[in-house]
């Protein structure tokens, strides 16, 4: 009971920070707890993760020419299109039919007026119909359609490394850290927080959360970390154990991440180091690594230096360690999945990966043939979708 009073008194001093301005009608904090679910991390028996896989289905990326996509780093679905961003390798956006058919490229990179030095963010306009990229090197976004025709750029106001529209009024900033050194920030009482609630100019600050718990000269890891899975917003401190669900009206606690079954570490705060960082991951933390659906969440916490996923019902609240061992081909590329649609995981697996060998009395080598035929190891990734079930049978520990 102690360690779930902490818990509670850790919630209100990390959002106490917010609303400095405005009447805390946006992102006003929330401090109920009823709409929070208690994920335990604990020792016990592992479920195999075939047994958890009830549909596999896919979608073949289609050729983009001398344009292709190397790492996959956002994911975006809208009713008939997929937008995927790749800001590493080809530094490009690419925009397919929901049947894989590309119908656009943005490849601008360059220094001009509509071109970008990075992409730090990819995200969709309220009306899904736009695509915007964040280009912190130049301080500005980049707005292009759905045919990669470009539209409009927007300074901004600090660097973001994520950038989200709550509504066709409303947007979110989410600070690197260094936000409060902007000029822009120097008269805002919450400079050192984290999340900014602003009005389509940026211009106008509605309100604030989550002030920077760590030094930012001393510890250089991203230190909020938001994801998006379809209109779900979620927010979590770098190795907290804490989700928060953000809305325009509130932000509350959606998931604790509890983890005092594995003796896990949670919560550092200014006398966070990259020195501690590195003592930190070869023990039991949880790294902000998740991906929410309509019916299940998947938690990849570390337990001991080591991957330990767990898989939670978001309707029965029921909790599965996940095990590693798979012997159904497709099966095990579950346990990278960074994206969701709708009720699905989905994972972008290179196509090279399909044309290694795999034994035919697999189960599941059927499907796996089946997207083998006719790629080559030149492609674009092939997405697949996973749609689960709780799993029956554990494995044999």
Aim: one cysteine or more; proline letters at 4%.
């Amino acid at each position: 009971m102690r360690n779930y009073y902490l818990f509670i008194l850790f919630c209100i001093s990390l959002c106490s920070c917010g609303n400095h301005s405005g009447s805390g009608v946006v992102g006003s904090i929330n401090g109920d707890l009823s709409r929070m679910d208690r994920v335990a991390i604990e020792e016990g028996p592992n479920f195999s993760v075939d047994s958890c896989i009830a549909k596999i289905e896919y979608v073949k990326l289609g050729n983009t020419g001398d344009v292709l996509i190397g790492k996959v780093t956002h994911m975006l679905f809208t009713p008939d299109r997929i937008v995927v961003g790749d800001a590493y390798m080809s530094k490009a956006v690419f925009v397919f039919d929901r049947e894989g058919n590309p119908r656009a490229v943005i490849n601008r990179l360059g220094r001009g007026p509509q071109e970008y030095q990075n992409i730090d963010d990819v995200f969709l306009t309220p009306d899904r119909q736009a695509i915007g990229i964040v280009d912190n090197s130049d301080e500005k976004l980049l707005y292009f359609d759905m045919d990669g025709n470009f539209l409009r750029g927007q300074s901004l106001p600090f660097s973001c490394h994520d950038i989200e529209w709550i509504d066709d009024r409303t947007m979110m900033l989410v600070a690197n850290g260094w936000n409060s050194l902007s000029p822009a920030l120097e008269s805002y009482p919450g400079k050192e927080d984290l999340l900014f609630f602003t009005d389509t100019t940026l211009r106008n600050i509605y309100s604030s959360a989550f002030i920077n718990l760590f030094d930012v000269k001393i510890f250089h890891t991203q230190p909020l970390d938001v994801k998006r899975f379809d209109e779900r917003i979620y927010a979590g401190k770098a190795f907290g154990d804490t989700i928060y669900q953000v809305t325009k009206e509130s932000i509350f606690p959606r998931y604790w991440i509890d983890m005092k079954g594995i003796g896990g570490d949670a919560n550092f705060g200014k006398d966070m180091s990259d020195e501690k960082l590195r003592e930190i991951i070869s023990r039991s933390h949880f790294s902000n690594s998740y991906v929410v659906t309509d019916d299940y969440v998947f938690f990849r916490v570390t337990k001991n230096g080591i991957m330990f996923p767990v898989l939670l019902n978001e309707h029965t609240k029921k909790v599965y360690n996940i095990g590693f061992d798979s012997r159904a081909a497709l099966s095990v590329h579950l346990l990278l999945a960074e994206f969701s649609d709708a009720n699905r995981f989905v994972v972008a697996v290179h196509a090279f990966q399909f044309l290694t060998f795999c034994p035919d009395e697999v189960p599941g080598v059927e499907l796996r043939n089946e997207i083998k035929e006719g790629l080559s190891d030149e492609d674009n990734p092939v997405l697949l979708f996973y749609t689960l079930k709780d799993p029956d049978v554990p494995a044999t520990e």
